[in-house]
């Protein structure tokens, strides 16, 4: 593959979390019952990263562009049809070749859930070329403090 035909992208997504009881979502992964986050959907802050991080380096705008959330058909959207919308947006043009991901969070403490959340996306994305890392804000108040988790992706793919 020449590098013409490799082009890569990056995504960020940040969410609050919600003052009462909801699933956390975290790479299409449900983590708890309780910890979810306040978004318009389901509050998938690493799928909304790991999209724009697509929509990115195929040149396809952000996510906000095909669910806007002034629109009330994407209220409370499951973030996998997002990404499956994206990915069908994409097929025969371009294929996923590698994702790599940051989420930022105090807590909950997310380390026992990285293998889950990365075979998620593995399967999701139908891409062996997965990395997870976990980093805390050392109770900095920057990124919404202990009261949010951001995400940042980066995503590689090639030309078909």
Avoid: W
């Amino acid at each position: 593959m020449s590098e013409r035909e490799y082009y890569s992208g990056l995504g960020f997504d940040v969410h609050s979390f919600a003052n009462e009881p909801k699933p956390l979502i975290l790479g299409g992964a449900k983590l708890s019952d309780d910890n979810g986050l306040l978004a318009v959907s389901d509050g998938d802050v690493l799928l909304h990263a790991v999209c724009d991080a697509i929509c990115g380096a195929c040149c396809l705008g952000d996510i906000g562009d095909y669910f806007p959330p002034e629109d009330d058909s994407s209220k409370g959207i499951d973030s996998k049809n997002i990404l499956d919308f994206i990915l069908k947006k994409i097929d025969g043009h371009f294929r996923t070749v590698n994702i790599d991901v940051t989420l930022i969070a105090d807590r909950p403490k997310l380390k026992g859930y990285k293998e889950q959340i990365k075979n998620s996306l593995i399967t999701l994305l139908g891409t062996e070329s997965v990395n997870i890392k976990i980093k805390s804000k050392e109770q900095l108040p920057i990124l919404g403090g202990a009261d949010a988790i951001a995400c940042i992706a980066v995503a590689g793919v090639a030309g078909c």
